[in-house]
């Protein structure tokens, strides 16, 4: 059964700090891991992850992935009120008949 | 939270065909959305569906192609019309939940409709 786990579930920081959010995951046949932004609609596509320990990065985003340790990051530098949302990432593999998402990473900056 | 359902999880269908999809909720929400995942690709939303009114549909997204019926708070449908090997997709529903403040709401996923067109 494939697993995805996001840590922390919730994340309470003033502007300005540094944040580090995680997703492990074990999936069938894995492809491909997406970082998602979820606000009031739908999630926002953010990355998309397919090759071990090359970093994506846009603006003050950024995210890797370790596919031996299967475990990806997203790092959010300079932390601004606008960032504070859900973060979900989905690791995408071609063994299931559905889409894997992890609960989320409820994310809150703080003025 | 809220669970979510939808039949069928996979399917494989002829070109020129239609497809409905269903998705049913343990309990009553407001807002339904429809996304497609196509091979390689990140998720697409397609519409989104209140019930007692019409679905919204975002660019690239029509009404003829993609019908949706919202008849109450915990069941919507959406068809694939006339399909096309390009429809071949994961198909997801999900409901928006409450959220803290800051305007963020959660959202909860449906399984999922592999679909394939032949």
């Known amino acids: 059964e494939d697993k995805v786990v996001q840590s922390p579930l919730s994340l309470v920081v003033h502007e300005g700090d540094t944040v580090t959010l995680n997703c492990s995951y074990e999936?069938?046949?894995?492809?491909?891991l997406l970082w998602y932004k979820q606000e009031k609609k739908a999630p926002t596509f953010l990355f998309m992850l397919?090759?071990?320990?090359i970093e994506k990065k846009s603006g003050r985003l950024s995210s890797i992935l370790d596919k031996k340790e299967l475990f990806s990051i997203l790092n959010i530098t300079a932390t601004q009120t606008g960032d504070s949302a859900i973060y979900l990432c989905?690791?995408?593999?071609?063994?299931?008949?559905?889409?894997?998402f992890g609960k989320g990473t409820h994310l809150i900056i703080q003025p | 939270s809220a669970v979510i359902s939808q039949k069928p999880s996979r399917d494989i269908c002829q070109r020129g065909t239609s497809l409905t999809i269903q998705c049913q909720v343990d309990?009553?929400?407001?807002?339904m959305f429809w996304y497609r995942q196509q091979p390689g690709q990140s998720l697409t939303l397609i519409a989104t569906?209140?019930?007692?009114?019409?679905?919204?549909?975002e660019s690239g997204f029509v009404i003829d192609k993609f019908p949706i019926s919202r008849p109450n708070l915990t069941f919507s449908t959406l068809t694939v019309s006339n399909m096309s090997p390009e429809d071949s997709s994961i198909y997801l529903c999900?409901?928006?939940?409450?959220?803290?403040?800051?305007?963020?709401?959660?959202?909860?996923f449906g399984p999922g409709t592999r679909l394939t067109v032949t």
């Open positions: 309990s009553q929400v407001t807002m």
């Open positions: 989905e690791p995408s593999g071609g063994g299931a008949d559905g889409l894997t």
């Open positions: 999936v069938t046949n894995f492809r491909s």
């Open positions: 569906a209140n019930q007692g009114s019409e679905a919204t549909y």
């Open positions: 397919t090759s071990s320990g």
């Open positions: 999900s409901v928006g939940g409450g959220g803290a403040g800051q305007g963020i709401y959660e959202q909860y």
